[in-house]
């Protein structure tokens, strides 16, 4: 059974380095984005969380329950993909105008804030998490963009898939020019 691995201040910094190099890379970074704090905190029940308060601030548990739940099924997620899916929600929140628009809704199915939860489907979702809501679907796609440097892995290769892809990367040229709306 692995170990449950504790976030340290040191191993945070190292990943939020990493993420913000990649936000960068792919025109995600902003002056907006770059106000956005990140937070080691004691303890949570999730791998962490982000405020939606217009602050995108993000919360990363020092120990979480899920981490927990993570050693006894024998998976590991890693923290950078935590922080790319967080930073996901955080430019949701800070850039909202950009979110509203009709673009989401017909990437995602949904608006950002609709909560509504899909049946997964390998067709339509990167992970089950992603058939959570319109706004998880969006983070763990973006997360995955990160993740693989912008270019679609052949697994996620599908038609419903490839929209959502091509509104995250659409989405960094909008703010790479600085833009609020599409």
Request: some cysteine; glycine content about 8%.
């Amino acid at each position: 059974m692995p170990k449950m691995r504790i976030i340290t201040l040191s191993r945070l910094n190292r990943a939020v380095s990493r993420v913000q190099d990649e936000l960068i890379r792919h025109g995600f970074w902003d002056d907006t984005l770059s106000d956005v704090d990140v937070y080691l905190v004691p303890l949570g029940t999730a791998l962490g969380w982000q405020l939606n308060d217009g602050s995108g601030e993000i919360r990363i548990p020092l120990a979480s329950l899920s981490r927990l739940g993570e050693v006894f099924r024998g998976c590991y997620t890693p923290l950078a993909d935590v922080l790319r899916h967080e930073y996901g929600h955080a430019i949701a929140d800070t850039h909202r105008g950009l979110f509203r628009a009709r673009r989401f809704s017909s990437a995602f199915g949904a608006t950002y804030q609709n909560d509504t939860e899909w049946e997964f489907d390998p067709e339509c979702h990167v992970s089950e998490y992603a058939a959570k809501s319109a706004c998880e679907d969006f983070a763990e796609v973006f997360m995955l963009f990160l993740r693989h440097r912008g270019r679609l892995p052949q697994k996620f290769d599908t038609p419903t898939i490839r929209d959502k892809w091509k509104f995250v990367r659409e989405l960094g040229a909008v703010l790479r020019e600085g833009r609020a709306r599409w």
